[in-house]
């Protein structure tokens, strides 16, 4: 689905029609990806942000982006980053 823009006159400049406002809504239980890439030996990755060890530790244990399933692998404190990898080993409760 393509996004309905709906343009609307600046506040600032009246004559000014080319700004634009959207309405978004949240998308339950997402995580903003900071950055995702491939390593040369074709393992995928995801890092996105972490301020501390309480916030490690309540990120999922997996994450599903594009169809493919990443890991949590680990935490840099000095980035506030955490990772998550394709061939992190994990297991689902059913």
């Excluded at 080319?18 to 990755?45: Q, R, T």
């Amino acid at each position: 689905m393509v996004p309905k823009w709906n343009k609307k006159r600046s506040k600032e400049n009246p004559t000014r029609t080319d700004v634009y406002s959207m309405n978004a809504k949240e998308v339950k239980g997402s995580i903003s990806v900071i950055e995702c890439g491939a390593l040369p030996n074709g393992v995928h990755y995801l890092k996105v942000s972490c301020q501390n060890s309480d916030t490690y530790l309540n990120l999922p244990a997996a994450l599903e982006c594009n169809d493919v399933v990443y890991g949590r692998t680990g935490w840099d404190s000095d980035k506030c980053l955490a990772f998550y990898r394709t061939d992190a080993i994990f297991a689902v409760s059913k």
